[in-house]
């Protein structure tokens, strides 16, 4: 019987629901390090336990979601990223601008950005800009792939750095901030 429970708690950890502890600041400022994450391991396919893979998809992340994945440059470990560009979007950088098919998703003062969700309201949050960062794009994202930014611009290894990830390397969607208490809540 410890057994079973012991198989049912691993499968329910590897396929349905996951805590992550935040390792890097490139979610800044919106994710910390050391943060707690849940992730909902359901929310856009069935996932193999063990595996870096899911086993079926029945959704796309929408703009603006944060989700794990496996890095295809680093398979042993799962990344944290926000979701900019989805497949058929085009993205570039330049003139200190972040623009998604043409239109400029940075707003008022630097340091926020207003993404359009399909079906929703624009999604407002605060990012973290680099003054140094280089013009590049525009970036075609192919059918199956998703374009990840962390929200800290001038700290993220992202999908500027390794292009668009395969959404067979998705694992889940961070819904909830658990730690620290005094940050609990919704992401």
Known sequence: ?????VVGVIL?????IGVVYVQSGSMLPNVQKGDGIII??????MNLPFQDRSAYQWAL???????????????????????????????????HRLYLNGMDIQHGKRGKERLPV?????????????YLESD???SIIPENGLF???DNRGNSEDSRSWGS???KHLQGQAVLRFWPLSRFGLL
Do not use: C
Request: glycine share 10%; charged share 20%.
């Open 12 to 16: 329910l950890r590897t396929s349905v």
């Open 40 to 45: 909902n391991h359901l929310s856009f396919g």
């Open 165 to 167: 990830v395969h959404r």
């Open 118 to 130: 399909t079906g929703q309201d624009d999604l407002n949050y605060r990012i973290w800009h680099s």
């Open 61 to 95: 992340p929408k703009r603006g979601d944060m989700i794990t994945f496996h890095n295809p440059l680093d398979h042993g470990k799962l990344w944290l990223k926000r979701v900019m560009g989805l497949p058929g979007d085009r993205l570039e950088f330049h003139d």
């Open 136 to 138: 590049w794009g525009p």
């Open 1 to 5: 019987m410890v057994i079973v429970a």
């Open 148 to 150: 990840l930014m962390g």
